[in-house]
């Protein structure tokens, strides 16, 4: 039985487009048949960091209002052969997009794939409702900062109450991912620890990902990082969750600050002193 899975945020940049492709990716290299879905439309990332953007002749506007087929638009991985794109459009608007038309559209995905990955903009307006209006699960991608983590918030009182599964009185799976996080800074006070952040969105934990150039690098060369350099902490914490949300009994490994030798101790302290 095919799913839709969400990947959403209230805030921009915390990592929705680099999650949605990295989870993608992952899902696929785990043997699924995955389509990963830009709702973007006007701005369109998700094919750059997938390295499709040269590819994309039609796009998901253009499926939706007929003017495409929906196997025009789908662009496959050159990668994985389980992996796929539907890009969004770069020079219309979110209101191209109708409610029934998306429906369509994700009704004819689920014939074709096992995981249909939305990924969806920031904020509340409509190509964010409707990116979660169908979705069996969703992903609330959160960075450990205040205004981050309140405008997560708000999302999960969204997909508890604007998506097909509420109206029907079923809940919505929700799942949160922690990104960028640095343990040194938490220590520090600098940023909001796991613990904080999970006692104020209240909804389990599916990943934390470590600060990382690792992220940076795979985008400007247009490869997922879970393919571009799948052995990195930030590439094994994706792969995590992506088991955890096929249902395995994976433990969540949260980045802790590398130790430092007694020689770098001592010359922080001087520094310090300094």
């Not at 696929?28 to 990332?45: C, H, M, P, T």
């Not at 094919?47 to 209002?65: H, P, T, Y």
């Not at 409509?126 to 900062?145: H, I, Q, S, Y």
Request: glycine share 8%; net charge neutral; with cysteine.
């Amino acid at each position: 039985m095919s799913k839709v899975l969400v990947v959403t945020s209230g805030k921009g940049g915390v990592g929705k487009t680099t999650s949605s492709a990295a989870l993608g990716a992952a899902l696929a290299q785990a043997g699924q048949n995955v389509v990963v879905v830009d709702f973007d439309v006007g701005l369109r990332n998700l094919d750059l960091v997938m390295g499709a953007e040269r590819r994309v002749i039609f796009d998901l506007v253009n499926v939706v209002q007929g003017d495409a087929k929906l196997p025009q638009a789908l662009i496959r991985d050159k990668r994985l052969e389980t992996l796929w794109l539907l890009p969004a459009s770069q020079t219309r608007d979110k209101e191209a997009l109708t409610e029934e038309g998306v429906g369509k559209v994700i009704a004819e995905l689920r014939e074709r794939f096992d995981w249909i990955v939305c990924d969806s903009p920031a904020g509340i307006e409509k190509g964010a409702t409707l990116a979660m209006r169908f979705a069996d699960l969703a992903v609330v991608v959160t960075n450990p900062e205040v205004s981050s983590v309140r405008d997560s918030d708000r999302i999960i009182g969204l997909l508890d109450a604007k998506t097909r599964r509420a109206e029907d009185g079923e809940p919505m799976e929700k799942h949160l991912l922690l990104t960028r996080y640095d343990p040194a800074r938490a220590a520090r006070g600098e940023m909001m620890r796991v613990e904080d952040v999970l006692e104020i969105l209240a909804i389990p934990l599916l990943g934390v990902t470590p600060e990382s150039q690792d992220v940076l690098t795979a985008s400007n060369v247009g490869a997922p990082v879970t393919l571009h350099n799948p052995a990195s902490p930030v590439a094994k914490a994706y792969a995590d969750a992506a088991r955890r949300l096929m249902g395995e009994d994976v433990a969540v490994r949260t980045p802790v600050e590398p130790r430092r030798s007694l020689l770098d101790r001592l010359l922080g302290r001087k520094a310090a002193a300094a």
